[in-house]
């Protein structure tokens, strides 16, 4: 009988238990419930995470710690904080979502803290400015009432616009936009009447005008974009009596069809601010 005595090893059952908020997620087996999951559990929309995710034998998430957040296009990330030694840990890499977000009114939100309007007409192109402000002055001491909606905008804003009107409108297909970089949109839902629908929450966000008031889609190179256009609504009661650049004084009656009111668009002009007839808040450089 051997003197030694026996080694005794015991064994203890590791057992993690989730004190949070019940998720009701059903078992990660591939990117559309990781999509799902990493959703419920970051709830800031507006900038990048890498989002570490630990699975159970039967693939349900145990944990999942937010190794970095970034910008609303990257993460930084060190490569020791995701476990790799196949590089030094000093070097960064950066991690971008590869998950698409479907259109709708998330992405109001984000542009309105990623992609914001400007409605200040000292953010417009000097010459222009100018030449606006001169009108507006015009018009208020003749007793209009002028609201300026948007003046310089981000041309994500802008691409933003351009496609969630083109297809709420059904001016193209879902699968028609082209993409941009710092924008990860998904246009096409699957299906012709989600997609609408998702558009459709996009234009009545950012308030876009529709037919009759416009008749075409904000454009992907608009004047806003330079800085050389502007959006804002002009209002008043019985006449309004305004003097146009050269100081003659000119009778407009009131049309709340701004697109047709063509005296007040000859009295613009003559300030170097020329209405856009398809777009009933727009005023640009050039008419476009």
Same mark, same amino acid.
Request: aromatic share 6%; hydrophobic share 40%; net charge positive.
């Given at each position: 009988?051997?003197? $030694? ?27 559309? $419930? ?11 929309? @507006? ?92 018009? $208020? ?7 300026? $909606? ?30 941009? @970089? ?26 876009? @005008? ?79």
């Amino acid at each position: 009988m051997s003197s $030694e005595r026996e080694k005794l090893c015991r064994i203890r059952e590791v057992e993690i238990r989730y004190r949070g908020p019940h998720l009701r997620i059903e078992r990660i087996l591939g990117p559309a $419930e990781a999509q799902a999951f990493a959703r419920k559990v970051v709830t800031d929309h @507006a900038r990048e995470h890498l989002l570490a995710t630990y699975l159970d034998a039967r693939h349900h998430p145990i944990a999942y710690p937010i190794v970095s957040v970034g910008t609303s296009d990257q993460s930084l990330v060190q490569l020791a904080h995701i476990g790799s030694g196949a590089r030094s840990p000093q070097a960064p890499v950066i991690a971008s979502s590869p998950m698409a977000i479907k259109s709708g009114s998330y992405w109001v939100t984000w542009a309105n803290s990623n992609a914001k309007n400007s409605d200040k007409i000292d953010d417009l192109d000097a010459d222009f400015r100018s030449k606006v402000k001169d009108f507006i002055a015009a018009l $208020e001491a003749a007793g209009a009432t002028v609201t300026v $909606e948007a003046t310089k905008r981000s041309e994500k804003r802008a691409y933003l616009f351009h496609w969630s009107w083109k297809i709420q409108q059904g001016k193209c297909k879902p699968s028609d936009p082209t993409t941009m @970089a710092g924008v990860d949109i998904q246009w096409d839902h699957g299906s012709d009447a989600d997609s609408k629908k998702g558009a459709k929450e996009m234009v009545d966000g950012f308030a876009l @005008a529709v037919p009759p008031a416009s008749t075409v889609a904000p454009a992907l190179t608009s004047t806003h974009i330079s800085g050389k256009g502007i959006d804002m609504k002009i209002k008043w009661t019985g006449t309004l009596k305004v003097k146009n650049k050269t100081g003659v004084e000119i009778s407009i009656p009131w049309n709340a069809n701004a697109n047709a009111n063509t005296l007040l668009h000859q009295v613009g002009a003559t300030y170097g601010v020329k209405k856009l007839t398809s777009d009933a808040p727009h005023w640009s450089h050039n008419g476009t």
